[in-house]
Structure formats: C-alpha cells, structure tokens
C-alpha cells in the first residue's frame, strides 16, 4: 500500500519525547510491513527527519510552550480565537489548506492517510476527509484537558483548558466518526470516543525503539531514584508534584533522587537527597543510572512511553495504576501502589535490596519482542479494512506539485515542501 502519515511534528532520527517515540514506532511498524510511506507534517528545530518514509515538510515548528516567548504564546491564541478552532489547530496554520491539498494531489494515488493525533488533522480535518482515513489518538485530548481545567492554577487558565476541552471533543468526534480505524495507545481510551466507534478502535502496543541496542556493562547506581519526563507538559507535571509533595517527604533523607528533564519552574523540596538536573545528554544512560525508577503518573490518557522504556530495559519500578495504562504484562520487578505512603514504602525497600547488591534487574527483550509482535498485528488487522489498493505507483517517484511560497488564507507564508531525508 502507499499511505500518506499526516502529523504535526514527522518522526524524527531520535527521538525523545512520548509524542516522537510513539511516531517513530508507528512509522517503523508500517514500513515493517512493506508499505511506502510518505510524511506530511513540521519539523521541530534541531531534530532531523526520520528515514524510512518520503518526507516532504511543511517547515520548521516549535510547538512546545516551553520553549517559546510570551509573543509567539498570544500569537497562537489570536489565530485560535480568530479561527475558532484549538490552541494546539492554531498552532498549524502557519501553512494553508492549499498547501496541503497540492501536496496530497502531487502524492496520488495513495490507498489511506493516517492521521496522527489531533493538531494537524483537526487544523485541515476537511481537506483530510474527503480520503480514507485511519485515526492515531494518542490521547483522548479532550479529556486531559478537562484535568488540566481541574488543576488550573487561575481562572484564564481554567477558562482557557475549558475551552480547548470543547474544542478538541468536536474534533476527536470527527475524526473518529470518519475513520475506517481508530489507533489508541492504551485499553481505555477505546471507548474515549464513544461505543458508536470503539468497534472500529484497537491498542498499538509500543516500543521505543524497532532495535533495542545490546546491553551494556552494568554500572553501580549513581541515584537511588532517577525520574525523566517532559515536565512543562501538564499530565507529567500532575504526577510530578504529587509524588514531590506526597511521596517525597515520606523516603529517607540520604536516598538520593534525580530528576532529569526540562522544567520551567522547579518547586521548592527541602528533601537533602534531591536533585533537579534539567536535560540530560542521554535520557537511557540516566535511566540505568537509577536503582529504582518511579512510574508516578496520576492523570491523562494514553499509554506512559517512560514506563515501556523501564520495562524493556529491565528495571526495577514502582507504579501508579495510571502509569500502567496500555500495558499487557507487567514485570515482576514491578510493584504497584497509588497510596503515597505505600508507595513511599516499596521504593525505599527496592532501593535496600540493590544496596544490598540485588540490582532487581531483569532482560526486556522478551517484553520488547511481544510488544513490536502485537503492534505489527494491530496495524495488519486495521489497514485490512481499508478498500482496494491504489493503482501501484510509478518506479520514479513525482515530487508533489507544491513547491513555491504563496499565501494563504489566514495571511501566513506557506514553507515550500520538500523531501528530506
């Protein structure tokens, strides 16, 4: 099959983040299968685009809030006001619907899109109907932002996580209503969208990577606890404070804790042991650098990409039931908790026993080869329901008719579109 993979952010050489992670796999697991594969979508700065798939850019983007100033912030809720659509919709529209259906012309004939997540979909969701489609949620985003509004800090805060929650529920409903196949990344989110499509949903098992690399030598711990994660995204920040404020003060005062990752505005602990440490070089190192991982999710949707990548490399955990979302076998060097002082309780006794020299570590290339073996199956089963294949393609590949800057409607310059490799 020829498929096109529509996406706000491509798959990227290396990927880091829950959202990249979860791209690459989708697209490894597609060519796995021999299908050809072109990527329609942005690049974030600094990343470079993924081989296995023709990938033609709609530009550079960086869509972290992060990571951008206040202008750029008011700028994308203008253009969100204006357009009535989503923050993160918004956020896509620095290209036009032209643009895009020159793109999808100049790819023709293809047998499907895949529409990966809500952003750029639900930006040209009219311009992407009008084709077979196959929808990846990897959240039901209308309620993770329902908690958010829940924990909002402020009143704009919460009306403003109202008003995306709203938003993104009218967009999910159509995007999912119209897809010969729905592709969640955990169990409950089957039934997010309503029992009138969960017949059409199925999970995608994943992994971080299509080759786990070999093992190395194993180094002695150089934290008790090591915690890594995206912390300005909302859903990570809500575990994050609940273990620092409910967990934290419950461990021993020498148990030393690390915790890696970008985080605008780290809280006051007056823990003796711990260590915010901001980005790491490499997010793997650090992780086996830990004797113990916290899984400490309390919210959100979808599946926890920290806790696959604890579970293929083997270590020792303790989680909340929310990190275990979209999980089929759970290790038996994980333990399971929601109440802080329980949870408290089993890391500072796993922590003992690898002082004790019992590292608790077990091989996660069985996990890793039953999660890439069922996600090869889910993607087979969902793309057998799409109609007769597109007339085969020529042996040289056309290059997609858009190719020059224009306007748009919405008054941005669109990025010319071009193949990278």
């Known amino acids: 099959m020829h498929l096109v993979l529509v996406s706000s952010l491509v ?49 550079e983007l960086e869509v972290a809030n992060a990571k951008v100033g206040t202008a750029t912030k008011l700028r994308w809720l203008a253009t969100a006001l204006l357009n009535r659509t989503t923050l993160s ?59 958010n509004a829940a924990s909002a800090s402020g009143l704009l805060e919460r009306f403003l996580f109202k008003r995306e929650a709203g938003l993104l529920e009218q967009v999910e409903r159509r995007l999912t209503q119209s897809a010969s196949a729905i592709w969640t990344f955990a169990e409950a989110d089957r039934f997010g969208f309503g029992y009138a499509v969960s017949d059409r949903a199925a999970v995608l098992p994943l992994v971080t990577r ?38 934290v003060p419950l461990l021993p005062a020498d148990m030393s804790i690390g915790i890696a990752g970008q985080m605008p505005d780290a809280p006051a602990v007056s823990h003796p042991g711990l260590h915010f440490l901001g980005k790491v070089p490499d997010a793997r190192a650090f992780v086996e650098a830990g004797a113990v991982i916290p899984l400490i999710s309390r919210g959100g949707t979808g599946v926890q990409l920290k806790t696959i990548e604890t579970f293929e490399l083997g270590m020792p955990s303790v989680a909340t039931h929310a990190s275990l979302r979209g999980i089929g ?39 890793h080869r039953a999660q890439k073996a069922r996600l090869l199956g889910t993607l087979e089963r969902g793309l057998s329901g799409l109609a007769k294949p597109a007339t085969a393609p020529a042996p040289h590949f056309r290059e997609p008719a858009a190719q020059k800057k224009a306007s748009t409607p919405h008054g941005f310059a669109v990025h010319e579109g071009g193949k990278s490799r």
């Open 11 to 59: 798959p990227v050489e290396n990927p880091s983040s829950g959202f990249d992670i979860a791209n690459r796999a989708v697209l490894d697991g597609l060519c796995a299968l021999g299908h050809r594969i072109s990527v329609i979508g942005f690049l974030q700065p600094g990343q470079t685009a993924a081989a296995g798939g023709d990938t033609y850019l709609l530009g």
């Open 89 to 147: 919709s918004a956020k896509m529209l620095k290209t036009g619907a032209e643009h895009i259906e020159m793109l999808l012309q100049g790819l023709q004939p293809f047998d499907a899109i895949i529409l990966n997540s809500v952003q750029l979909p639900g930006a040209f969701s009219a311009v992407f109907q009008k084709h077979p489609t196959i929808y990846v949620a990897h959240n039901v985003e209308a309620d993770s932002a329902l908690e």
């Open 210 to 247: 299509w080759e786990l690399p070999e093992s190395g030598v194993e180094r002695l711990p150089e934290y008790d606890l090591a915690l890594i994660g995206t912390w300005s995204w909302k859903p990570n920040r809500i575990g994050l404070d609940w273990f620092l404020s409910k967990v």
């Open 329 to 367: 076998a759970i290790p038996s060097n994980c333990s399971l908790a929601d109440d802080p002082a329980e949870f408290a309780r089993l890391l500072t006794e796993k922590v003992a026993q690898v002082r004790a020299g019992n590292r608790q570590r077990l091989s996660g290339a069985d996990f």
